[in-house]
């Protein structure tokens, strides 16, 4: 006992002979490169950022303030108002660890419908515009079921529908165009989409306001409802998400009907954009939107 009793002051006098300072490390300041090159690692999304800021700032600098006036900003996002509806279709899909190559040719088979409807057996546009969205709708559940219930590969099945819609498209509308006059005189509604308003000596269009409405609205919902999570989930590990509760095959399904539907709205907006109802047209739009989607992160 006496022996354990010294031990313990021979421990409390080494412990209070100790030193008492705290250990320090070299301070290795980080130059800008390395800083920039570690915040582009942990936010992969600011590399776009950084190329479109760049952008602006060349295309400033070589046309001057021209470029920098609200109408030339306001042309370039009619221009990629199409690009950014097919995007937002695209992004619900690519969430899902998927791929939709049929996105153009839903567009288009889309708005051949509307008009086709509309000029061939003479509905009014109120009716023939629904016919085209439940067209596209009604090819995204294609896409799914297939994908879902069949589980196809979405690359095989997307490529698939891509080529069947191609083919039916210039089969039904018989490769005819129907021109811009017919349909300013006959069926405006159509081109609903490219009606133009001026605010502030910017001028925006119907499809511009509906493109930036959409991306907002699907970052709502992705972010802060049930299904946004379950769509993540199923991308991130769709058999983990099925063993926690989560209907994977539903969840797919409604992914792919409401891709579809946005498609048949950027069908909608084609027409108001070009002003005709073009089978040929739009025939990259599956390209540029997984472009988007990639350069956007």
Request: contains cysteine.
């Amino acid at each position: 006992m006496p022996e354990t009793a010294s031990k313990g002051q021979d421990f409390e006098s080494s412990l209070s002979q100790a030193s008492k300072t705290v250990a320090k490390f070299d301070d290795h300041s980080k130059s800008f490169v390395h800083r920039l090159q570690h915040a582009l690692h942990q936010t992969p999304s600011l590399v776009p950022l950084i190329v479109l800021v760049l952008s602006i700032a060349i295309f400033g600098l070589l046309l001057g303030s021209k470029f920098f006036s609200p109408f030339a900003l306001t042309l370039i996002l009619q221009q990629v108002q199409i690009v950014g509806i097919l995007g937002a279709a695209q992004t619900l899909v690519i969430l899902t660890a998927g791929i939709d190559l049929s996105v153009g040719a839903i567009m288009v088979l889309s708005s051949v419908v509307m008009g086709q409807f509309t000029f061939r057996y003479g509905l009014p546009p109120l009716l023939s515009i629904p016919c085209g969205l439940l067209c596209g709708t009604a090819c995204g559940f294609v896409n799914g079921w297939l994908v879902a219930k069949i589980k196809l590969p979405p690359f095989i099945v997307t490529l698939g529908m891509w080529q069947i819609v191609l083919a039916t498209n210039f089969l039904y509308s018989a490769n005819e165009t129907i021109r811009s006059q017919e349909i300013e005189k006959n069926a405006a509604l159509l081109q609903f989409f490219g009606t133009k308003f001026n605010l502030g000596g910017a001028v925006f269009t119907v499809g511009v306001v509906f493109m930036v409405l959409l991306v907002l609205i699907l970052a709502y919902v992705l972010r802060h409802t049930a299904w946004g999570r379950h769509v993540y989930a199923v991308g991130d590990d769709s058999e983990a998400a099925e063993l926690s509760g989560v209907e994977t095959s539903r969840i797919l399904i409604s992914v792919y009907m409401l891709s579809g539907l946005i498609c048949a709205f950027a069908g909608w907006a084609l027409i108001g954009r070009i002003g005709s109802v073009s089978p040929t047209s739009g025939q990259l739009g599956n390209i540029e939107s997984i472009t988007a989607v990639v350069i956007g992160g």
